[in-house]
């Protein structure tokens, strides 16, 4: 098997039109978001293939090689269970307590990349994170960009998961503590 490599260009995309494909991607994308804003970061962490890269590009940065690019957040998954662990510790004190966060998704385009090995899916859908903590409310708007594979049982596992916010950081509260 051919190592994937991160997506950092279209390659030989094309757009996946069967309902019952959408579909199942769209409920993935959505049980993702309920996992992340209900604080089962465990079971969201097994989402993850274990060669995934979650990136957060840093603004202005997007569409830029990331291996030679600032990025907010470029975790592997040892890193990314890094901070799960640290999220759900009690000496996570930018979470302390925890933030309450609601996820909206909407447009989810999808597309088959068929050069890649094993074959992946590609979704892509805009997003709006609401946080609130401490009678705060932060707003963080992007697109997320999720390529999927299957697992041996054939559910999906997230490959790479890019989160793009359309604004700064200090427009949204100046932190990231959160799992965008």
């Given at each position: 098997m051919t190592r994937t490599t991160p997506m950092t260009g279209a390659g030989h995309m094309r757009p996946v039109r069967e309902p019952a494909r959408l579909?199942?991607?769209e409920q993935f994308?959505?049980?993702?978001?309920h996992l992340l804003d209900s604080w089962q970061l465990d079971e969201w962490l097994a989402l993850m293939h274990p060669?995934?890269?979650y990136r957060v590009p840093a603004p202005g940065s997007e569409g830029r090689d990331p291996r030679s690019t600032l990025?907010?957040?470029?975790d592997?998954?040892?890193q990314l269970a890094g901070r799960v662990t640290r999220l759900k510790s009690k000496h996570a004190h930018a979470e302390s307590p925890k933030s309450r966060t609601r996820r909206l998704?909407?447009?989810v385009r999808v597309e088959q990349n068929d050069e890649?090995?094993?074959p992946a899916l590609v979704a892509h859908a805009n997003f709006h994170v609401m946080r609130t903590r401490h009678a705060e409310l932060d707003h963080f708007i992007g697109t997320y960009r999720h390529m999927l594979v299957r697992s041996a049982d054939g559910s999906f596992l997230v490959r790479e998961r890019v989160a793009t916010l359309d604004h700064g950081?200090?427009?949204a509260g100046g932190t990231v503590s959160i799992i965008l």
């Amino acid at each position: 098997m051919t190592r994937t490599t991160p997506m950092t260009g279209a390659g030989h995309m094309r757009p996946v039109r069967e309902p019952a494909r959408l579909s199942e991607v769209e409920q993935f994308l959505y049980h993702e978001a309920h996992l992340l804003d209900s604080w089962q970061l465990d079971e969201w962490l097994a989402l993850m293939h274990p060669e995934v890269l979650y990136r957060v590009p840093a603004p202005g940065s997007e569409g830029r090689d990331p291996r030679s690019t600032l990025q907010v957040i470029n975790d592997r998954h040892l890193q990314l269970a890094g901070r799960v662990t640290r999220l759900k510790s009690k000496h996570a004190h930018a979470e302390s307590p925890k933030s309450r966060t609601r996820r909206l998704l909407s447009n989810v385009r999808v597309e088959q990349n068929d050069e890649q090995d094993p074959p992946a899916l590609v979704a892509h859908a805009n997003f709006h994170v609401m946080r609130t903590r401490h009678a705060e409310l932060d707003h963080f708007i992007g697109t997320y960009r999720h390529m999927l594979v299957r697992s041996a049982d054939g559910s999906f596992l997230v490959r790479e998961r890019v989160a793009t916010l359309d604004h700064g950081i200090p427009e949204a509260g100046g932190t990231v503590s959160i799992i965008l």
